[in-house]
């Protein structure tokens, strides 16, 4: 039989219990659950993150520098704070052990040979947890073609999402009619964060990035693009950081960088130690002499 208790005596009667918020931008109403698994996604220390987007080749396949991720990639991924991917390539090539988190890549359908706004909801919602994913990730195409409809798997994921306590982070796709300005991001942001996404990831636009990050009410989180020069992407990281980003989701920046090793330790730089482009430029020009 166990022990009867011998009442406490210390309850600490003038010690108001501390009230902490939370660390990133339109959480602070979401669940425990919700909250941790954004804590496995941002640092809780910058507030910030470097995601590694890997997860292209559930519209185009064997990518440039991803065609062997298990070569490629897994030697890299324990520099990046999370891991966006599928699931296939996360069962098939990225080892249990990872200690990052994952962001997966919950929409899919069309092909680059056909039209790709076309999404529908690709994964169920039980593989996630069984999974133990940190988030979902889906691409919306305001001002696409099935625009309606991505913003419908949008709203369910976040039911889903807000059922089990995993955030779900909106992807901003680029309909065809629509520049790739601020208005536009703008505009596309605003939609994910008002239907419920928990952050949003977009692209840098070098006039008015700061009116994006201010008018979406969630962390927004920077796409690389397409592959420019270190020292650029290194700079265009930097601003949208100074400009109100909490982060990147970068992958050809990265992967397809001359020494991805060397790279994605110099966005770290920039992300969670606010380097100078020129600073972790050099950074990365040491490590990629080193061969690390
Ligand atoms: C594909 C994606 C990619 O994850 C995204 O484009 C990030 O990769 P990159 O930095 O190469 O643009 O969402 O739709």
């Given at each position: 039989?166990?022990?009867?208790?011998?009442?406490?005596?210390?309850?600490?009667?003038?010690?108001?219990?501390?009230?902490?918020?939370?660390?990133?931008?339109?959480?602070?109403?979401?669940d425990?659950?919700?909250?941790?698994?954004?804590?496995?996604?941002?640092?809780?220390?910058?507030?910030?993150?470097?995601?590694?987007?890997?997860?292209?080749?559930?519209?185009?396949?064997?990518?440039?520098?991803?065609?062997?991720?298990?070569?490629?990639?897994?030697p890299?991924?324990?520099?990046?704070?999370?891991?966006?991917?599928?699931?296939?390539?996360?069962?098939?090539?990225?080892?249990?052990?990872?200690?990052?988190?994952?962001v997966?890549?919950?929409s899919?359908?069309?092909?680059?040979?056909?039209?790709?706004?076309?999404?529908?909801?690709?994964?169920?919602?039980?593989?996630?947890?069984?999974?133990?994913?940190?988030?979902?990730?889906?691409?919306?195409?305001?001002?696409?073609?099935?625009?309606?409809?991505?913003?419908?798997?949008?709203?369910?994921?976040?039911?889903m999402?807000?059922?089990?306590?995993?955030?779900?982070?909106?992807?901003t796709?680029?309909?065809?009619?629509?520049?790739?300005?601020?208005?536009?991001?703008r505009?596309?942001?605003?939609?994910?964060?008002?239907?419920?996404?928990?952050?949003?990831?977009?692209?840098?636009?070098?006039?008015?990035?700061?009116?994006?990050?201010?008018?979406?009410?969630?962390?927004?989180?920077?796409?690389?693009?397409?592959?420019?020069?270190?020292?650029?992407?290194?700079?265009?990281?930097?601003?949208?950081?100074?400009?109100?980003?909490?982060?990147?989701?970068?992958?050809?920046?990265?992967?397809?960088?001359?020494?991805?090793?060397?790279?994605?330790?110099?966005?770290?730089?920039?992300?969670?130690?606010?380097?100078?482009?020129?600073?972790?430029?050099?950074?990365?020009?040491?490590?990629?002499?080193?061969?690390?």
């Open positions: 039989m166990p022990e009867v208790d011998q009442e406490g005596k210390d309850y600490g009667i003038n010690i108001p219990v501390k009230t902490e918020g939370f660390f990133l931008k339109g959480a602070s109403a979401l425990w659950g919700m909250k941790n698994r954004f804590s496995r996604i941002f640092n809780p220390k910058t507030g910030r993150t470097v995601m590694l987007a890997i997860d292209h080749g559930y519209f185009q396949g064997p990518t440039t520098g991803l065609e062997r991720i298990d070569l490629n990639i897994v890299i991924a324990h520099y990046a704070d999370t891991l966006m991917l599928t699931r296939g390539i996360l069962r098939t090539t990225i080892p249990p052990t990872y200690q990052g988190g994952i997966l890549r919950a899919g359908g069309p092909s680059i040979l056909k039209e790709l706004s076309n999404e529908q909801i690709a994964v169920d919602i039980e593989d996630a947890i069984r999974l133990n994913v940190s988030a979902l990730a889906v691409q919306v195409f305001i001002g696409g073609e099935y625009e309606t409809q991505s913003v419908h798997n949008l709203t369910r994921l976040v039911d999402g807000n059922r089990y306590g995993i955030p779900i982070l909106a992807v796709a680029v309909g065809k009619d629509m520049a790739r300005d601020a208005r536009y991001f505009l596309a942001c605003r939609i994910c964060a008002e239907l419920g996404a928990h952050y949003v990831k977009t692209y840098y636009v070098p006039d008015g990035f700061a009116t994006v990050a201010a008018s979406c009410p969630v962390p927004l989180v920077m796409a690389g693009g397409k592959k420019i020069p270190e020292l650029e992407a290194l700079k265009m990281t930097y601003n949208a950081i100074q400009e109100g980003a909490a982060g990147v989701d970068m992958g050809r920046n990265i992967f397809q960088s001359e020494s991805p090793a060397a790279m994605i330790q110099a966005v770290r730089a920039v992300v969670h130690e606010n380097l100078s482009p020129q600073e972790a430029y050099e950074l990365f020009l040491q490590l990629k002499h080193q061969k690390t």
